[in-house]
């Protein structure tokens, strides 16, 4: 009795509990998939919904807004008609729309100069105040484009705007208009943004313009990631977001294309979705509710169903143990029952095979002990077999074990010539191999060896009264044998021979006698493969005896050659340590020199001594740019620098391109001399040409500055005289020098030069005279010289291109010709 207690406690543990669990989470998954379905939808349903409805509440207000900036636009385009055209008109004008328009705090006039000649507050009064606007984009922008709608900007708390309109006719003027924001929010009433959002309105820069119960006007909002995407170049609005709060919110958003602004609608995520918290109750509910009935269900189905199952679990048992006559007795009249059944009937017909299985048993271990005595011969045959890797004592080992295993009367061994398509006779036991020549050598075609080798199983012939004749059959019929068995030698490689066993006797050859000798076959192909094999390895060895020689030699060769190799390569360190040298002093030079100077210095030996102290006669170019100091206090240093870049890529150019060299920068001032420290022919030609093309260069550069604001100059200055030359500084700073009166002159000649002008010494003009074209100045008295400078402004270059272009002479020369 407890041990039936025991397996229904058992069966409680495992299979009841396997049952209630089952069908517990059948019905949870169901009733889990059901709510979150449902809870999904309903969420994205109502988000949708929120959203859709937000957005349309914004795009009404975003298009609001911009019509009430076109009707500002429009009342203000009023006052700038042509027929005004005093400023007593403009005043009555500015009052009037002033009356008119309560967003509008502020109008002024500004004449064609960008001059303020008024200014009209609902306050005060101001006429000709001259105030310079010239240079706000609010005048330079209308004044093209006709209407401008400034950036917003904040007085206090309180946003502002301005509107410029420009007036009618040619450099009439412009109306500035400034408009107080603060009626945006009209716009933003519980009205139009309900009770439970929020909205604002943000301009380019995520600034808060106005806004309803939302984050309070001019608080900057661009961190937020709602704004941060709407203020991207190619963002695209968000439906979700983060509150001022932190929390998260869904949002919607309008552009007003005009402005640059952006209405957004707002709501908390946690108040808009709150129906949602209330369907996961009730779905959890429900989901408890199913738990509890699906655990009283599975508990009385289980129930039901362990009593059948505890018997036949019972009834197994015992039949496993040996009691075929027991019998299980269920009667549910179901599956179980069937099942029951035939546990009955399986237990009748195991009690019948058991009683004659012993018999069978004795039966067959006879059988296993006969093949257990083959396979013992066999395994000794194989050993024997593969014992010996000598073809020459395999073979004979192969026929006596065959005969052995058979006990025939005769073993012949074939091996098979694949050149000729020929089985030869290599061993024999029982038979003389000279008595009868004539099977020595059989072919494979039409012969039972051939046919044999070509199935690839045995052949057997009980009785050679009988058979088909052939040369095999004939020499055996005639040495007094009457059964043959033929087993072929063959392996995936191809026909090693064939192995024939003769019989005295006739009779058939047991099934097993058969299979035993395949199977001695196969064992004896792979002793033949092995020796083979051996034969051949052999004779590679000394193949490979003779190959080693020959690869000595070729080593000690080899290493000859490697010796040569590392002298190479010590040539070669030598020759790249030298070219290193070369490079580190091209290096030096150029921080002072152009390009193709320092590598003609460094390329030949000796010439070093260019760049120490000594006087030649030289040509010096001075240039800056006009109003350059004006300019940067004036500006910031970022468009500063700008310029300055600007300014030295072009200039450095055409230095280079005529070999100049480059003594100093100082702010915008450049210093270049030519025939130092390599000699020219015609270095004043080269410096004079230069500084025409610098001037055509500069000109286009001052006219961009121009258009962005920036009146600037360039002067050129051009002395010819001789000075001292050579390197200044210290170890760790080097400089490339000219010191004497010519590079003040040059310095003094540029300071003269006005906008646009070439001024240069009436030395140098008269070096040039064939090529370009002046205008002789007034003497220059210039300071720290005592008597008046002769001196020549150029005015345009006038070498004939065809006489620019002939060749140049050798670089060997160090003299150059001018660039064309």
Avoid at 31 to 41: D, F, K, P
Avoid at 624 to 646: H, I, K, Q
């Amino acid at each position: 009795m407890n041990g039936v207690r025991d397996k229904v406690w058992f069966l409680r543990e495992g299979l009841f509990a396997k049952y209630v669990a089952a069908l517990v989470g059948l019905v949870v998954f169901v009733l889990a998939v059901n709510g979150a379905m449902e809870t999904w939808i309903s969420y994205r349903g109502t988000r949708v919904a929120l959203v859709d409805a937000m957005g349309e509440k914004a795009e009404a207000t975003a298009l609001r807004i911009e019509q009430a900036i076109s009707e500002l636009e429009r009342q203000i385009s009023w006052v700038t008609r042509a027929s005004a055209t005093t400023l007593e008109q403009h005043r009555s004008d500015y009052a009037q729309l002033l009356n008119q328009v309560p967003a509008v705090s502020q109008l002024s006039f500004l004449n064609g100069s960008g001059r303020e000649q008024l200014r009209l507050t609902r306050t005060a009064i101001s006429t000709n105040s001259n105030a310079d606007f010239s240079r706000d984009v609010r005048f330079s922008e209308t004044a093209a484009k006709g209407v401008i709608f400034a950036p917003a900007y904040f007085v206090g708390s309180r946003p502002f705007m301005s509107i410029a309109v420009s007036h009618s006719g040619f450099n009439a003027g412009v109306t500035l208009a400034e408009i107080d924001l603060r009626f945006l929010n009209d716009f933003l009433g519980d009205a139009q943004v309900g009770k439970a959002a929020y909205a604002y309105v943000v301009d380019a820069r995520g600034q808060v313009l106005a806004g309803s119960k939302g984050p309070e006007v001019g608080r900057e909002l661009a961190a937020l990631p709602q704004v941060a995407a709407l203020l991207k170049p190619d963002g695209a609005p968000l439906t979700s977001g983060t509150g001022i709060d932190g929390q998260a919110v869904l949002t919607t958003s309008s552009a007003v294309p005009k402005l640059g602004w952006y209405v957004l609608f707002e709501q908390p995520t946690a108040q808009a979705l709150a129906p949602i918290r209330d369907q996961l109750v009730r779905s959890a509910l429900l989901i408890a509710l199913g738990l509890l009935v699906a655990i009283l269900a599975g508990t009385v189905l289980a129930r039901r169903m362990l009593i059948p199952i505890t018997a036949l679990r019972a009834g197994a048992r015992r039949l496993g143990a040996g009691d075929f006559s027991h019998r299980i007795e269920v009667h549910t009249k179901d599956e179980l029952e069937e099942l029951s059944d035939q546990f009955n009937s399986m237990a009748g017909r195991l009690q019948e095979t058991y009683e004659g299985l012993e018999t069978k048993v004795e039966e067959r271990t006879r059988d296993l002990a006969r093949s257990i005595n083959e396979l013992k011969v066999l395994e000794e045959v194989g050993r024997a077999v593969s014992s010996s890797l000598d073809l020459n004592a395999v073979l004979p080992t192969v026929a006596a074990r065959a005969l052995e295993i058979t006990h025939a009367d005769a073993v012949l061994i074939y091996g098979y010539d694949a050149t000729r398509h020929q089985f030869n006779l290599s061993e024999a036991i029982g038979i003389d191999k000279a008595a009868e020549g004539r099977h020595l050598q059989i072919d494979q075609e039409n012969s039972v060896l051939g046919q044999a080798a070509s199935q690839g199983e045995p052949i057997a012939v009980p009785d050679l009264t009988n058979a088909a004749e052939h040369l095999l059959h004939d020499v055996a019929a005639e040495a007094g044998f009457h059964s043959m068995l033929v087993v072929p030698l063959v392996d995936q490689k191809g026909i090693l021979g064939s192995l024939v066993v003769l019989r005295r006797a006739a009779g058939e050859f047991s099934p097993n006698l058969i299979g035993l000798m395949k199977t001695f076959a196969h064992q004896s192909v792979l002793a033949m493969r092995n020796a083979r094999l051996f034969t051949e390895v052999d004779q590679k060895g000394r193949e490979l005896e003779t190959a080693h020689t020959t690869v000595q030699q070729q080593a000690a060769k080899l290493q000859e050659q490697t010796e040569q190799l590392k002298n190479w390569n010590k040539s070669l360190e030598e020759r790249v340590e030298k070219q290193l040298g070369e490079i580190e002093r091209i290096r030096r030079l150029e921080r002072f020199l152009p390009p193709q100077v320092a590598q003609l210095i460094a390329s030949s030996d000796g010439h070093d001594s260019l760049l120490d102290s000594h006087r030649r006669e030289v040509t010096v170019v001075f240039c800056d740019l006009r109003g350059f100091t004006a300019f940067t206090e004036a500006t910031e240093p970022e468009e500063a620098m700008n310029v300055l870049r600007e300014y030295h890529a072009a200039l450095g150019e055409l230095i280079f391109r005529y070999e100049g060299t480059l003594d100093r920068y100082a702010g915008d001032g450049v210093m270049i001399l030519f025939n130092a420290p390599i000699q020219f022919d015609d270095h004043v030609k080269r410096a004079v040409k230069m500084a025409v093309e610098m001037r055509d260069t500069i000109g286009q550069l001052t006219q961009k500055w121009r258009n962005r604001g920036h009146s600037l100059g360039f002067g050129v200055g051009i002395a010819l005289g001789y000075a001292t030359l050579g390197q200044i500084g210290f170890e760790q700073r080097l400089e490339y020098a000219a010191i004497g009166s010519v590079t003040n002159l040059a310095s003094r000649l540029c300071d003269e030069a006005k906008a646009g002008q070439i001024v240069v010494s009436q030395r140098v003009f008269g070096m040039v005279e064939p090529w370009a074209e002046g205008r002789q100045l007034e003497d220059l008295t210039l300071k720290g010289f005592n008597h008046p400078i002769l001196a020549v402004e150029i005015l345009r270059w006038k070498e004939d291109s065809a006489a620019a272009a002939k060749e140049a002479p050798p670089v060997a020369d160090r003299r150059r010709k001018l660039p064309s």
